[in-house]
T-cell receptor, first 115, second 116 residues
Framework: AQTVTQSQPEMSVQEAETVTLSCTYDTSESDYYLFWYKQPPSRQMILVIRQEAYKQQNATENRFSVNFQKAAKSFSLKISDSQLGDAAMYFCAYRLANRDDKIIFGKGTRLHILP | DTGVSQDPRHKITKRGQNVTFRCDPISEHNRLYWYRQTLGQGPEFLTYFQNEAQLEKSRLLSDRFSAERPKGSFSTLEIQRTEQGDSAMYLC??????????????FGPGTRLTVL
């Protein structure tokens, strides 16, 4: 069975600084997607970034980038130039490729931005 | 198009009562998903539909839970004889399945259920 582990329940970062959120996963599959989702307080979850397992190049979306280590089954999220609006729960997630079914989520990391 | 909507946003009920939640997906999205998120946890998959067909159900979905999507548009999730352990946020998501695997799931704001 696939699992996703986030070992940091909470993190804090100074505004404008860089923070890295960690995630590890376990799967016996070779073709899958990894995601980071953001869930602001009392607001709906949105997709921050997606990585396709067959791609070696790390995904980047503006201030958000990932460090994807397939052999180590590690998938960390780096947020550069942190902003107050980045404060949220961040979920690392996994889904098999070629199937539009369930997403498996980690327990989340609550990120605080310090002004 | 305003995204995925869910109704109600909050529901407080007494143990043993039945509750029903509604999800309206993004127009023309043919896939609809239900997840449950308990406090301090990530969302857990419950079930999903392609059009009106329910394709997969998690073992988390006990026989007290039933989901429908009668016309392939909105969906309802009913919980019968609620228990305190059912207290959670119930999330709905939808996607447009065009090319296999590449389709983003868009989430609604959730329905927060509190069972007293």
């Amino acid at each position: 069975a696939q699992t996703v582990t986030q070992s940091q329940p909470e993190m804090s970062v100074q505004e404008a600084e860089t923070v890295t959120l960690s995630c590890t996963y376990d799967t016996s599959e070779s073709d899958y997607y990894l995601f980071w989702y953001k869930q602001p307080p009392s607001r709906q979850m949105i997709l921050v970034i997606r990585q396709e397992a067959y791609k070696q190049q790390n995904a980047t979306e503006n201030r958000f980038s990932v460090n994807f280590q397939k052999a180590a089954k590690s998938f960390s999220l780096k947020i550069s130039d942190s902003q107050l609006g980045d404060a949220a729960m961040y979920f690392c997630a996994y889904r098999l490729a070629n199937r539009d079914d369930k997403i498996i989520f980690g327990k989340g990391t609550r990120l605080h931005i310090l002004p | 198009d305003t995204g995925v909507s869910q109704d109600p946003r909050h529901k407080i009920t007494k143990r043993g009562q039945n509750v029903t939640f509604r999800c309206d997906p993004i127009s023309e999205h043919n896939r609809l998903y239900w997840y449950r998120q308990t406090l301090g946890q990530g969302p857990e998959f419950l079930t999903y539909f392609q059009n009106e067909a329910q394709l997969e159900k998690s073992r988390l979905l006990s026989d007290r839970f039933s989901a429908e999507r009668p016309k392939g548009s909105f969906s309802t999730l009913e919980i019968q004889r609620t228990e305190q352990g059912d207290s959670a946020m119930y999330l709905c998501a939808s996607s447009l399945a065009r090319s296999a695997g590449r389709n983003e799931q868009f989430f609604g704001p959730g329905t927060r259920l509190t069972v007293l």
